[in-house]
């Protein structure tokens, strides 16, 4: 095992976490809410695009970090754990860029007005049904992840190694579940962007 690496204070910890995750998912909750109205020299929907690549990243290095601890590379594990979590702030940063540069999509507007008439949903089939399902479980999830991932995280770093691994056992394949489904997110809808 690994030495701890910062110093164990549960109380700060707590206070940190939870005022973080308030900050992050109040964040995303208002700015889903606004668009700017920029001409950019580019597509905007290019964030869209890094989201799906970061969230492929994230998802493997998830694999490769549960694969490193088994194999108790815990010093691997580690530096594979963080750098998916780095990677979900370029995420975080990612994501709010696409919703106020490019607003919302509404799947199957294949005209892009804004509307999903009933011959788009018809068109749409039931693939429609599944990019809801997916996507009815892909945010809430995602909205609740982050404290369960930093307290997660906080536990492995404190070298509280037996309640880390309880909290990994909850965490790791929600988190998982959340990069996977946003790559899916992103292929479902990519072709009614505007």
């Given at each position: 095992?690994?030495a701890p690496?910062?110093?164990?204070n549960?109380?700060k910890?707590?206070?940190?976490?939870f005022?973080l995750?308030v900050?992050?998912?109040?964040?995303?909750?208002?700015?889903?809410r606004?668009?700017?109205q920029?001409?950019?020299p580019?597509?905007v929907?290019?964030?869209?695009?890094?989201?799906?690549?970061?969230?492929?990243?994230v998802?493997?290095l998830?694999?490769?970090?549960l694969?490193?601890?088994?194999?108790?590379?815990?010093?691997?594990?580690?530096?594979?754990?963080?750098?998916?979590?780095?990677?979900?702030?370029?995420f975080l940063v990612?994501y709010i860029?696409?919703?106020?540069?490019?607003?919302d999509t509404?799947f199957?507007?294949?005209?892009?007005?804004?509307?999903?008439?009933?011959a788009?949903?018809q068109?749409?089939?039931s693939?429609?049904?599944?990019y809801?399902?997916?996507?009815?479980?892909h945010?809430?999830?995602?909205?609740?992840?982050?404290?369960?991932?930093l307290?997660?995280?906080?536990r492995?770093?404190?070298?509280e190694?037996?309640?880390?691994?309880?909290?990994?056992?909850?965490t790791?394949?929600?988190?998982f579940?959340?990069?996977?489904?946003?790559?899916?997110?992103?292929?479902?809808?990519?072709?009614?962007?505007?």
């Amino acid at each position: 095992m690994l030495a701890p690496t910062i110093e164990k204070n549960d109380s700060k910890a707590r206070i940190l976490i939870f005022t973080l995750s308030v900050i992050v998912f109040t964040a995303v909750i208002i700015l889903s809410r606004v668009q700017w109205q920029i001409d950019l020299p580019f597509d905007v929907h290019v964030f869209a695009l890094a989201n799906a690549i970061i969230n492929s990243a994230v998802a493997l290095l998830l694999v490769a970090a549960l694969i490193s601890v088994k194999q108790r590379h815990y010093k691997l594990h580690k530096n594979l754990m963080i750098t998916a979590l780095i990677f979900s702030i370029f995420f975080l940063v990612s994501y709010i860029a696409h919703h106020l540069l490019a607003g919302d999509t509404k799947f199957g507007d294949v005209n892009h007005d804004g509307l999903v008439s009933e011959a788009e949903k018809q068109a749409a089939g039931s693939t429609r049904t599944l990019y809801y399902v997916i996507l009815i479980t892909h945010i809430p999830l995602a909205g609740l992840i982050l404290p369960l991932i930093l307290f997660t995280a906080y536990r492995g770093l404190t070298g509280e190694y037996i309640r880390h691994k309880r909290l990994a056992r909850i965490t790791w394949p929600l988190w998982f579940y959340v990069a996977i489904t946003g790559v899916l997110v992103y292929y479902f809808i990519h072709p009614y962007y505007s």
